[in-house]
């Protein structure tokens, strides 16, 4: 059985930081790109940030881009996600996600089929 399972989340200030972890289970997670992603009320769930299989390249959405870092460790089967300089705007339901990495260039993380989902952290950032 596929599981992943994200901690992390909580209420911060502006400007605050925070890190995501997600755990990772039943897969060889040494095969997969690692995704995250996020949805906050009203509006589709977007993509942040993406990291192949080796961690050797990373992508991330602009609204990210600076604050944000994605790093793997693979003999702990985890991925995470470094926030920085947080806003309220990035208040959202915080997702992590797998997907078989045939990605030719970091910019084709974003695109790949993420087949396996957590079931998401409450990050909110306070005004």
């Known amino acids: 059985q596929v599981q992943l399972v994200e901690s992390g989340g909580g209420l911060v200030q502006t400007g605050g930081s925070l890190r995501l972890s997600c755990a990772t289970s039943?897969?060889?997670?040494?095969?997969?790109?690692m995704g995250w992603f996020r949805q906050a009320p009203g509006k589709e769930r977007e993509f942040v940030a993406a990291i192949s299989w080796g961690g050797g390249s990373t992508y991330y959405a602009d609204s990210v881009k600076g604050r944000f870092t994605i790093s793997r460790d693979n003999p702990k089967n985890t991925v995470y996600l470094q926030m920085n300089s947080l806003k309220p705007e990035d208040t959202a339901v915080y997702y992590c996600a797998a997907a078989l990495d045939g990605s030719l260039s970091a910019e084709d993380l974003k695109h790949l089929r993420y087949d396996y989902w957590g079931q998401g952290t409450q990050v909110t950032v306070s005004s």
């Open positions: 039943g897969l060889t997670f040494s095969s997969y790109a």
